[in-house]
């Protein structure tokens, strides 16, 4: 299968008074599986949509493979499209769902069949393609429409949150699904979710956005433990965010001053430069604070212990900062046994290490 | 079960029991109703067909066939009424495509002048097209003093004038019926079928059409029906060649009091609305009348050489448009707009669908008579109208008529609804076909079949016979309508309230009826405007001295052409704008609550 890398220079689109999407560039290499990641209204899918012609900019350009194909229609594109609701065509079967790609390619009858198996196979549901669409379950549909889009071999395949409507035990297992037939096609892929967790696991890298523009785009790992802003630090997994100010700086380390001067200790920077005297937030995800009894000031802040809630391999501490001014906390450890040794009330001392706090400017600090 | 101890499954009995009751007690006074002024007065009218006063007797039929006459009038209703079947969906295809896929203010807008012809009296139309097409009229004037011709020509009481009024009659039906299954088709589907490889001519044709065959085949079967026993166009804009099936059983009833051969000639008329349906169904299933199942082509796949010529005309169809498109540059148009050209049409086809209408406002403030252009200002007419007291008294009589006939539908049609679409019985299916067998079988010959079982009850003349016969022929909308209401309702939100403490009574006042509400009034708007504008069985019923306002329209409009009427229509047309209007508003707030 040939795939193409897909460039996006300046892209926009407005609808009335609506950013739908405010000038946007992005490169995808190809081969790459690229998520786009944010809350509903974050542009992610109007992206999608400009990418695969199904609207069309008011400014920029789309390139795919090198070729300007920013007004071609959508047909002209050879790319793919996965759709949130499948649209599989009600009135054809399974195999002519599948073949329409191929005729509208002017494949020839034999041939479209037997490419139409080999995709039913590759999808692993070989014994359906006489069926119609709602004889299917939803699982089986998205699988589908999958091969629906494989068969043609398009150089680009864009999803639009094609999990959405499936229970979690079916979504992971096609999760791994879509995972293998990347790695057997290597084929470049756009994918669409707001389920953070999906992003994390399947993509090489993650492009989350916010209010119609880019947040921030780099790796999973990048995304979580070097966040550029707030809303990357609180959209992916949790963390507790404590307002600060820099006091001093030594390269990458930072000296700062927690708000309401609950205390002081080091953090690094996120790669964005930061100067003394910048207020920023420092974040700390919940398994990099340690807790322990009895406090002696030891550690960085005293919290008191609000609730614990044990999810399985997590044990969750939801803490009360003793400093008025700073947030409630979340801390997060392995769960090792079935009784817990800390008390709802008990006073309990946090800590964590230097490399584990992030600081990140504040917005109007940029 | 057989675990349960019996004075437990003497309970479940008892539960059943009490459900099968319940059940009856809905259906009941629908099933009298129709049984009582459906079946009985259209069985007695066949029946008399073949008894007449002196016993069992062939006489009708024999008259009926011994001159070619009766035969040439039903070959003329039938290629009329295929004519206007086929230029009412073919016309109207682009309208109702155009208002499916627009935006919803846009949506609104087009539906407005959908509705605004669909909803304007057939008379008012009717009588827009004498107007317009008389030899002193609009189209007359407007072709003499561009100089294309010298004198006026005979454009009415022809072949032409009578399709042009049925057309105009019909398909704003042709429409709506469509729309019903076009709102239905995923929006998505030719968007994907355009990212599969698809131009837009080939994603049409291959995947848009086909899924909004069920619409075009239920629009055509139902207007072919109306049309077969329409009589309003062809008496008014047809000659004697133009003669429809209806005005014979009309002649015979109110100037020969011949029952006996009316009965023969609506047996015929029976038997070719029964052909045609049962052809129908053969071809096409007649699952695809309510629109809501999916056409049968879908659930057992012909894969026979009949699927394959289908699918190669498509395909051509889909390269010749890809083609013409191919043709015109493109600019940087937003896919997803519909092309210009079929815009222009649609709104030249939605112009001319209300122009007519529209006329009669000038012409009613004229001096000059019904000619055109108008001449003069004056208020003359509507002081006529006014000042004679059958006017008032038919207005008044029709809306007492249209409130009863309202209020009676609801109260049968909405209990029948709820049991057809909740209730878990055998027999569905049936039933379904039963309510709606008032649309099926011709008006004519329901109002025929109650004139003569009025006239022996004494309720001939009476509103309670009106209002019980213009019940049954609206009551099958009504429980349409509330039935698409009820399948929409989530009953998880009746569950939601009874655990949340309220009782049956309750959860039917502060959740139930709020929600339903507005699908409750537009079917009640529909019982309403159905009588209001009811002619055939009103022809009969209404007597001599009680006329409703179509009768009276009616009675004028066949007796002299008059200024008057213009008046009449115009405010007819501005009552309905109205309607709609407030029935819109009362929609959108409903949905905004």
Not at chain 2, 38 to 43: A, E, T
Not at chain 2, 130 to 143: A, E, K, Q, S, Y
Request: proline letters at 6%; a positive charge; hydrophobic letters at 50%.
């Amino acid at each position: 299968m040939s795939s193409s890398s897909l460039t996006v220079h300046g892209l926009a689109k407005r609808y009335g008074e609506f950013v739908a999407l405010a000038p946007t560039s992005l490169d995808v290499p190809a081969g790459e599986f690229l998520t786009l990641l944010g809350p509903s209204g974050s542009g992610k899918t109007t992206l999608l949509s400009l990418i695969a012609g199904l609207a069309t900019p008011d400014e920029g350009e789309v390139r795919i493979g090198g070729a300007d194909v920013t007004y071609r229609p959508p047909y002209e594109r050879d790319l793919g499209m996965v759709f949130q609701n499948y649209a599989l065509f009600p009135h054809m079967t399974i195999e002519d769902n599948i073949a329409f790609p191929l005729k509208m390619r002017k494949v020839g009858a034999a041939e479209a069949r037997k490419r139409a198996a080999e995709a039913l196979e590759m999808v692993r549901l070989p014994h359906v393609a006489k069926r119609f669409p709602r004889e299917l379950s939803g699982g089986q549909q998205q699988r589908i429409a999958l091969a629906r889009c494989l068969v043609y071999r398009p150089s680009i395949i864009l999803m639009d949150e094609p999990l959405g409507a499936l229970d979690k035990k079916l979504r992971e297992q096609m999760q791994l699904e879509i995972k293998r037939i990347h790695r057997e096609l290597a084929t470049t892929i756009i994918y669409v979710t707001h389920d953070q967790e999906e992003a994390m696991t399947m993509s090489d890298r993650i492009c989350l956005m916010n209010a119609g523009r880019i947040e921030q785009l780099g790796a999973p790992g990048d995304l979580y433990f070097r966040p550029r802003t707030v809303f990357v630090a609180d959209f992916l997994g949790e963390s507790n965010l404590l307002p600060a100010r820099i006091s001093a700086t030594a390269g990458e380390t930072l000296d700062i001053a927690l708000a309401a001067g609950a205390g002081t200790g080091q953090a690094i920077s996120n790669g964005a430069p930061l100067a003394a005297g910048a207020d920023v937030t420092v974040m700390v995800r919940p398994q990099n604070i340690t807790v322990r009894a009895p406090v002696d000031g030891s550690g960085k802040l005293k919290g008191r212990l609000a609730d614990v809630m044990v999810t399985g391999s997590l044990t969750k501490l939801y803490l009360d900062a003793v400093t008025p001014g700073l947030p409630p906390l979340i801390a997060a450890y392995p769960t090792r046994s079935l009784s817990d040794e800390h008390r709802i009330g008990d006073l309990l001392e946090l800590d964590w290490q230097a490399a584990d706090a992030v600081a990140i400017a504040d917005a109007g600090a940029h | 079960m057989a675990a349960l101890p019996p004075s437990s499954s003497a309970r479940a009995r008892a539960a059943a029991r009490k459900k099968r009751l319940g059940r009856a007690l809905m259906a009941a006074p629908l099933v009298v109703l129709l049984l009582a002024f459906l079946v009985y007065p259209v069985g007695q009218l066949l029946a008399l067909s073949v008894w007449g006063k002196a016993g069992f007797s062939l006489a009708a039929y024999q008259q009926l066939f011994a001159s070619p006459l009766y035969f040439n009038v039903m070959l003329i209703t039938l290629k009329i009424s295929f004519f206007t079947t086929v230029l009412s969906v073919v016309g109207g295809y682009p309208i109702a495509y155009l208002i499916s896929v627009a935006s919803p203010e846009r949506k609104a807008t087009l539906l407005f002048w959908v509705l605004l012809s669909f909803w304007t009296s057939f008379l008012v139309r009717a009588f827009a097209w004498i107007v317009i097409l008389g030899r002193r009229g609009v189209l007359n004037h407007l072709l003499t003093s561009l100089g294309i011709i010298d004198t006026p020509a005979d454009l009415l009481y022809n072949f032409g004038s009578v399709l042009v009024g049925m057309v105009h009659a019909l398909m704003p039906l042709a429409i709506l019926t469509m729309l019903a299954v076009m709102e239905n088709i995923d929006r998505t589907l030719p968007r994907a079928a355009s990212t599969l490889g698809a131009r837009p001519g080939t994603a049409f044709w291959k995947i848009y059409f086909p899924l909004s065959l069920p619409g075009v085949a239920a629009a055509a079967i139902m207007v072919f029906v109306t049309a077969i026993g329409f009589f309003i166009v062809p008496a008014l804009l047809g000659g004697r060649r133009e003669t429809m099936i209806t005005q014979l059983i009309i002649d015979q009833v109110l100037q020969t009091l011949n029952w006996g051969f009316a009965g023969a000639i609506s047996v015929l008329l029976l038997l070719v609305v029964l052909v045609v349906f049962v052809l129908y169904d053969k071809l096409l299933g007649l699952s695809s009348m309510t629109g809501t199942s999916a056409p049968r082509a879908a659930t057992a796949r012909p894969q026979g050489f009949g699927h394959r010529i289908g699918d190669a005309i498509l395909t051509l169809l889909g390269d010749v448009s890809d083609r013409i498109i191919a043709v015109f540059p493109r600019g940087r148009r937003d896919g997803a707009k519909p092309p210009r050209p079929l815009v222009a049409f649609v709104w030249i086809v939605l112009v001319l669908m209300s122009l007519p209408a529209v006329l009669m406002i000038p012409l009613s403030f004229g001096s000059g008579g019904l000619n055109w252009p108008p001449q003069g200002f004056t208020l003359q007419w509507y002081r006529e109208m006014l000042d004679s007291p059958v006017w008032a008294q038919a207005l008044t009589r029709s809306l007492l008529v249209g409130l009863g006939t309202g209020v009676l539908s609801m109260l049968i049609g909405t209990p029948a609804a709820f049991l057809l679409v909740r209730g878990d019985m055998r027999g569905k299916g049936a039933m379904l076909a039963f309510v709606l067998s008032p649309i099926v079988v011709p008006r004519m010959i329901i109002a025929v079949g109650l004139f003569y079982m009025f006239a022996r009850i004494g309720l001939v003349g009476t509103a309670l016979g009106l209002v019980l016969g213009h019940t049954v022929v609206a009551v099958p909308y009504v429980v349409m309508t509330m039935m698409a209401v009820l399948r929409n309702y989530d009953t998880r939100l009746d569950l939601a309230a009874q655990s949340l403490g309220a009782r049956p009574l309750a959860t039917l006042r502060y959740v139930t009826l709020p929600i339903l509400g507005a699908g409750m009034m537009s079917s009640f708007l529909f019982a309403f405007a159905t009588s209001f504008d009811e002619l055939t069985i009103a022809l009969f019923a209404s007597g001599g001295l009680n006329a409703t306002l179509p009768k009276q329209f009616w009675d004028e409009v066949t007796l002299q052409v008059s200024p008057v009427i213009a008046a009449v229509s115009t405010c007819l047309f501005v009552f309905i704008a109205v309607l709609i209007f407030a029935a819109d508003r009362l929609r959108r707030r409903s949905v905004a609550s």
